[in-house]
């Protein structure tokens, strides 16, 4: 019997034995520095077909299993893992909920996905938003700029999804 294929934005906390298609956008490995720089986990970022993206986690204990398959842009389909809430200090994403690796977790590489994955994902905050994030250690931005202009794209068949081009203006 095929399992059900779920979306990020479906899941809730516990046990999910679903299948997301996703794809491993980044990964980096948490060492404890007080530790002599023991690895303690790595950390994955995945994007769905939705363009949801998800914090991942897996543990020292389990990443011999899983270390060779982690190469940023694959695309995978994983199963039979955890679904908890993010420690608000540690955020990576705008869910508040994360996936955690688990003993009977299945991560399979993909070559056809049903439904094509974004290659990349972004987050976009105006300025009141940075602002209020100041000084929280809650989340770190990575690029901080200001969107100059925003034009559709000409050749874009009307099947697809609007394309746009972005000017950007970044602050050195």
């Known amino acids: 019997m095929a399992m059900a294929k779920v979306f990020f934005s479906d899941l809730k906390t516990g046990r999910c034995s679903s299948v997301v298609e996703a794809r491993l956008l980044r ?10 720089g023991e690895l303690m986990w790595m ?10 993206v998800m914090q991942v986690t ?5 990443l011999p299993q899983f270390r060779e398959k982690l190469h940023a842009g ?6 039979g893992f955890d679904v908890s809430r993010c420690a608000q ?3 990576l994403t705008d869910s508040s909920l994360m996936i955690r690796f688990n003993e009977s977790t299945s991560f399979q590489e993909l070559t056809d996905p049903d439904s094509p994955l974004p290659e990349e994902a972004f987050r976009f905050r105006n300025h009141s938003e940075l602002i209020g994030l100041a000084n929280t250690n809650t989340q770190l931005p990575d690029i901080i700029g200001e969107i100059l202009s925003v034009k559709s794209t000409v050749c874009d068949p009307p099947e697809e999804k609007n394309r746009v081009m972005v000017t950007l203006k970044l602050d050195r």
Request: aromatic fraction near 12%; avoid cysteine; hydrophobic fraction near 45%.
């Open 89 to 91: 200090n540690f955020r």
């Open 27 to 36: 990964f980096w490995e948490a060492r404890n520095v007080k530790r002599g």
């Open 74 to 79: 694959t695309m995978f389909s994983v199963s």
């Open 58 to 62: 897996i543990t020292a204990g389990r």
């Open 43 to 52: 950390d994955l970022l995945m994007v769905d077909v939705n363009s949801t």
